[in-house]
């Protein structure tokens, strides 16, 4: 996310950031355990989703390999449902992947309301 720790990986690749959305209520948001940069992972959940705020960015593709070769398990890219209808390529946490000690965040509404809290 702009501004955030691991945002140089996404700028130093040519990205930029195209606009803030918020997901379909279909989705919750966990912060990954560990140490380090803490790390959100959105996961599908159709029945007790809510809708999380996100960013859209843009990435030349000839960047995109360099940029998957860095994301760790259970992250992964896959196609994200956003409120207003469109479907996008985004951050997602693997189903069922999710290390059980991740706390569910979804409360707070977006990964920085999250921090904020911290």
């Known amino acids: 996310m702009e501004?955030?720790?691991l945002?140089?990986?996404?700028r130093e690749r040519g990205?930029?950031?195209l606009e803030v959305v918020r997901t379909a209520p279909t989705y919750r948001l966990f912060a990954l355990p560990g140490g380090g940069?803490?790390?959100?992972?959105l996961v599908g959940d159709l029945?007790?989703?809510s809708s999380?705020?996100?960013e859209l960015w843009r990435l030349p593709?000839?960047?995109?390999?360099s940029f998957l070769q860095g994301i760790p398990?259970?992250?992964?890219l896959g196609t994200v449902s956003l409120a207003d209808g469109r479907e996008v390529r985004g951050f997602i946490a693997a189903a069922g992947c999710v290390d059980a000690s991740a706390q569910d965040v979804s409360k707070f509404g977006d990964w920085r309301a999250y921090l904020a809290s911290e």
């Open 3 to 5: 501004g955030l720790p």
């Open 47 to 49: 029945e007790n989703g």
């Open 15 to 17: 990205g930029y950031l």
């Open 52 to 54: 999380i705020g996100a």
């Open 37 to 41: 940069v803490k790390r959100p992972a």
């Open 61 to 65: 593709i000839e960047t995109v390999g």
């Open 73 to 76: 398990a259970p992250l992964g």
């Open 7 to 10: 945002n140089p990986q996404l």
